[in-house]
């Protein structure tokens, strides 16, 4: 059972560039959320999906794109890579429509703009 | 609105000691609480959750965890710190449905072991 599964796990981008952060799930779960995780911050959400079409912005969406064509993926795009984009970012899933569910965290990905 | 403190950034522990991590949240509806850790270069793992019912939680490698709502708190503790414990922690609640069960975290707490 592979759980949430993120690509790629570091990436090294210079400014002004685009990539595309690949998430994916095999639990059949509704709900998907991107995080990106700053030293001293904590996690902050910057989109989420609560199913397959249906996707909107968190706290920090500046600078980054999401769609959800199927219930598994949730691609986050950089559109135009920036220093302050340097940052860990985690992709979430849970079921949907229930409070007493648990999210289930990727890996992780290390992303860093130079 | 909904937030989460952990006053501690940096706590260093012997290893063998006990340790406990605060954690005070604000939160309008009765909260669900979660800590998570993670270590160098990992991702998150979730060590345990309260939903409802017992206040004293249980959790993996040993951790436990205690809801206080007159102190809206959920502090982690273990009685024992191994080496391996050496990670970053984060308190976390939520989920908050109207972001697509969004969780609010702390800052984080890094935990150093000193042999």
């Known amino acids: 059972n592979a759980g949430v599964t993120q690509t790629p796990k570091f990436q090294v981008l210079k400014t002004g560039q685009s990539m595309t952060l690949q998430c994916a799930q095999d639990?059949?779960?509704?709900?998907m959320s991107w995080y990106r995780q700053d030293p001293g911050m904590g996690l902050r959400l910057i989109h989420y999906s609560v199913g397959a079409g249906i996707t909107d912005q968190g706290e920090v969406p500046n600078g980054y794109n999401v769609s959800r064509s199927t219930t598994e993926d949730f691609p986050l795009r950089l559109l135009s890579a920036a220093p302050s984009q340097t940052s860990v970012y985690f992709c979430?899933?849970?079921?949907?429509?229930?409070?007493?569910?648990?999210?289930?965290f990727g890996q992780g990905t290390r992303l860093t703009v130079v | 609105a909904q937030s989460v403190t952990q006053p501690d950034i940096h706590i260093t522990v012997s290893e063998g000691a006990s340790l406990e991590l605060r954690c005070n949240y604000s939160?309008?509806?009765?909260?669900?609480l979660f800590w998570y850790v993670q270590s160098p270069g990992q991702g998150l793992q979730l060590l345990l959750k309260y939903f409802s019912g017992d206040t004293l939680v249980q959790g993996i490698k040993g951790f436990e965890a205690e809801f206080k709502r007159s102190q809206s708190s959920f502090n982690l503790r273990k009685p024992s710190v191994h080496w391996s414990d050496a990670a970053e922690y984060f308190c976390?609640?939520?989920?908050?449905?109207?972001?697509?069960?969004?969780?609010?975290f702390g800052a984080g707490t890094i935990l150093r072991v000193k042999s």
């Open positions: 939160y309008g509806a009765t909260p669900y």
């Open positions: 976390a609640v939520g989920p908050i449905m109207e972001y697509g069960n969004k969780l609010v």
């Open positions: 979430a899933s849970s079921y949907g429509g229930q409070k007493n569910t648990e999210a289930f």
């Open positions: 639990m059949n779960h509704e709900y």
